[in-house]
């Protein structure tokens, strides 16, 4: 059999929890059907472990053939210079404090990246750009309504329009619409340096993101890892990713 080319998954961070009378140590996971996405594709999953030691990180790229970012809390506004008043609760440290050097290496290295919601929020502020953190505030244009867009995981929530010729496209097996599902309240705002936004929802609210001359660099606002089994599209950009770790 040929061999699976590797694909490092940045972990979610549970905080402390109880089950009855035990306390249990805060956990580092990820969720199944991500897991079973990246296999179905052709890769080999393995979950990487949050640090801020750069040398380790720097040990597990040299592992990697492609390295995935999946969705979760807010990116700390901070990170791009803002002072505005936000809910800590929305945010993980533990998380920023690992993906944004991994992000930053992993584009250095030109590691095929795909990256989901949170994933794709954070690879923008780690190239230099902003977030709207309140989708809703954003509107619609006239004469039309906001798609919801929390929520929605296992089903298609909206239609987004991909820019023709993008890797996104090409990634999606050719298409310039795509049925996706939904479930974040920020998004890109600002782009950061090099990033090419390649898809909006139908009612504007920016969708996916690119880094053109990497050899796959694509973040998505929706969550494939909940839909390759029921969207084709989705199934193709799982597909689309893993051949660039190949």
Avoid: K
């Avoid at 990634?171 to 939904?182: C, D, K, P, R």
């Amino acid at each position: 059999m040929a061999r699976r080319p590797v694909v490092l998954m940045a972990p979610r961070w549970v905080p402390e929890s109880r089950a009855g009378l035990e306390r249990m140590a805060p956990q580092e996971a990820i969720a199944d059907c991500f897991v079973d996405a990246i296999l179905a594709a052709g890769g080999l999953p393995l979950v990487m472990s949050l640090t801020e030691d750069e040398g380790v990180i720097d040990s597990y790229l040299e592992l990697a053939d492609g390295i995935a970012v999946p969705g979760g809390p807010d990116v700390n506004p901070r990170r791009w210079g803002s002072d505005m008043d936000y809910d800590p609760a929305l945010l993980c440290e533990q998380r920023d404090a690992f993906e944004f050097p991994l992000v930053v290496r992993a584009l250095a290295a030109d590691l095929p990246l795909l990256t989901t919601c949170r994933g794709t929020q954070l690879l923008n502020v780690a190239l230099g750009g902003t977030l709207c953190m309140d989708v809703p505030s954003l509107g619609a244009p006239e004469g039309m309504a906001q798609w919801r867009h929390e929520g929605i995981l296992n089903d298609p929530a909206h239609p987004v329009e991909v820019e023709p010729e993008s890797l996104l496209s090409r990634a999606l097996g050719g298409v310039t619409s795509a049925q996706v599902n939904s479930a974040h309240h920020c998004c890109v705002d600002r782009l950061g340096e090099g990033v090419r936004l390649v898809a909006r929802a139908t009612d504007g609210v920016p969708e996916a993101i690119e880094v053109p001359g990497r050899r796959f660099c694509v973040g998505v606002q929706w969550h494939p890892e909940y839909t390759w089994r029921t969207l084709p599209t989705d199934r193709a950009l799982w597909r689309s990713f893993v051949d660039a770790c190949r």
